[in-house]
């Protein structure tokens, strides 16, 4: 479960390394970044399934994420992550203790569940990338798309993403792990555009005055 967060977070078949990029989910993945990308704010719930496949076990986990110009929050397994470009605070409610660090001391990634904005971009540099397909799940057309890694040291074999066709919304991330465990992210709620300050993606000691606070900077 470490390596979730360090080197994951951060939204798939049997395509081989060697093969090459495919034009047509590359102008569907473009248009899926350009279409979020425009969006001012996001702000969305979503489900995340681990399945260890090596101790044939399934967890179910609900979080919460938001967006702004490159700022983010994330509430995920009792942690509550804020990002503001400049700052990155980690707060653990149960033990009422937050870690301060600078931003540049943190590799946040491309992930969905270290970076939420990185799934828009990753594709890009580090994946090579293939149309599977359409799909039909619960009565919507999902365009199947597999990622990738460039990278063959990377910890994850795959990425598959199911992108709606409507709307070019994403409707699930599935990482396939090279462990056995996979983690598989679902979005059950979206919105956009809704006002956010920029003091929502930074921790405020005041309104929690019982907190440890540990500053690493």
Known sequence: MKSLFTAFIVIFLFTPSNAQQDSQAGTILDKFAENNKSFKTIKAS???TVIDLQQDSKELFDGNIALKEGMFKLELMDNITYYDKTTVWNYIPDVQE???NAAEDVDIGNSFLTNPA???TMYKEDYKYRLIGEKNIEKEIQYFIELVPKNRNSEYSSIKLLIRKNNLSLQS???MGKDGIHYIIKITRFEHDI???DSYFRFNPAKHPDVEV???R
């Open 46 to 48: 979503f489900q995340l």
């Open 98 to 100: 937050v870690n301060i």
């Open 118 to 120: 990185g799934l828009f």
């Open 173 to 175: 991330a599935t990482f």
């Open 195 to 197: 006002k956010l300050e």
């Open 214 to 216: 540990i500053d690493l």
